[in-house]
C-alpha cells in the first residue's frame, strides 16, 4: 500500500487547512488509517484515526473539536480538516494505515501502522 499525504501550507493562527492522504496498491485485508504529526526537535505523535469501516474515531485530546479525520472508501482517501488552528499545530503530518480484519478498530499509536506516506508541512503563524 501507498500513501501519498497533500494538502498542507502556510495558515495564521485561527484559519483552517484540509489535508488528504491517497492510498493506493493491494491489501492483503482492509486498513484502519490515522494521521500522526512531528514538529521539530519532538518525537512523532498520533493526531486521528479513523477504523476501516469509517464508523469509529479517535483523536488526540489537544485536537478534539478542532480537527475532524473522515473517509471516501470509494477513493481510497482519508482526510483531515483542520481548523482553529494554533501556531502549537506546525509540524510535519503524516498520514499511515494499519491492516486489520476489524472495520470497527482503531489504531492508537504508531505500533499499529504497516504503511506511512511522506509528510505535508503545516505551519502555523501567530
Known amino acids: 500500500v501507498q500513501l501519498q499525504a497533500s494538502g498542507g501550507g502556510l495558515v495564521q493562527a485561527g484559519g483552517s487547512l484540509s489535508l488528504s492522504c491517497a492510498a493506493s496498491?493491494?491489501?492483503?485485508?482492509?486498513?484502519?488509517m490515522g494521521w500522526f504529526r512531528q514538529a521539530p526537535g519532538k518525537d512523532r505523535e498520533f493526531v486521528a484515526a479513523i477504523s476501516w469501516s469509517g464508523g469509529n474515531t479517535y483523536y488526540l485530546d489537544s485536537v478534539k473539536g478542532r480537527f475532524t479525520i473522515s473517509k471516501d472508501n470509494a477513493k481510497n482517501t482519508v482526510y483531515l480538516q483542520l481548523n482553529s488552528l494554533i501556531p502549537e499545530d506546525t509540524a510535519v503530518y503524516y498520514c499511515a494505515a494499519g491492516l486489520t480484519s476489524d472495520g470497527d478498530y482503531i489504531p492508537k499509536s504508531a505500533y499499529g501502522m504497516d504503511y506511512w506516506g511522506k509528510g505535508t508541512q503545516v505551519t502555523v503563524s501567530s
Open positions: 496498491g493491494r491489501a492483503r485485508s482492509g486498513y484502519a
